[in-house]
Structure formats: structure tokens, C-alpha cells
């Protein structure tokens, strides 16, 4: 899709996302993201690195802007937090077929492994649902990023309650539990 197409449809998003009180990210385009008064920006390892985001936030009078990072490989999720990322995703955690290039499922291994090593919060992402969320949440994640697991039920409004109870009940599970060795 050419850039004004997107614009387009970004502002009609960012009118009903406005109205409503939903925070508004643009996926992998920096520009869009500023063009379109957007609450933050999702990037990737093939995206504009994030200390470019964070310097074009800030020339844009947007240093609020949230910048976050999506990857699997630990070393890349510390540098995108070195340069200042709000939080990092992990995945293609389950098994996606939203994103083609996302590549073979990962399990929640390496979520585990970026969540204990970074400072900011980290989300599973890919093939989550209400039935696997609580084993993102368990591997130390902050929260889970879906689509099709809302987008493709017949019923998204139980859905996204189902997805959201799943996640309040592993936060509070993990809450309680005994700290960690």
C-alpha cells in the first residue's frame, strides 16, 4: 500500500481511536507515526533503528512518543532498549498466520530469557490466545500483542474478555507466587 493510502486510513483510525481513549500505533513507519499525531511507533530489526525514531520524535516536538521493538534475539532487544525502545516484543511466539515472513514458532524461551535481561516491559506476540497467554505471562512477559485471536473470532468483544481475564489471572497468579531463585 502506497503512503498516502495509509495516511488515509491512519487518520480515520486516528480519529475513532482519539474518540474512544485507545492508544494509537503505527507499525514500522517513524513518519506515519508523527504524520499521524500517533500515541507510538512499533518497529522491527528491518525497520529505521530506534535511536533514529527517538531523534525524529524528538525533532518533531514528540519525545512522549512510544517506541517499541520487536525481536527474538537478546542481543538486539538490549541495544533497542539502550536506545531508548519503551518496551520490546517477543515472538512469533505460537505460530502466526497474520505475518508470513514471521518465521517458525519460538515458544516462550527466548521471551524468558529478553524479559530477564531488560528494564523495560516485554510482550508475547504471535499465535496468542486466551489458552497460551497465562504461559506468556508465566515466562516473565508484561502483556501479549494479538490479532487474529480477537480479529478472526466470531465474537471479538468475548474475545478480547477472554484474553484480558486469562492475563489478569496469570499476573495475579504470578504476583503471588514466591519470588524466584
Known sequence: TDARAQWRLGKRLRELTARRGIPFFVNDRVDLALALDADGVHLGEEDLPVVEARRLAEAAGRPELIVGFSTAVLDFAMQAVAEGADYVSVGNLF???RKPDAGEPIGTGPLA????????PVLGI???TAQNAAG?????????AVISAIAASPDPVAAARALAQAVAAARARAASAPPRE
Request: proline share 0%; charged share 10%; hydrophobic share 50%.
Open 136 to 144: 506468556v505471562i508465566e515466562a516473565g512477559g508484561a502483556g501479549v
Open 126 to 128: 504471535g499465535g496468542v
Open 95 to 97: 505460530g502466526t498466520t
Open 113 to 120: 530469557l529478553i524479559a530477564r535481561s531488560v528494564t523495560v
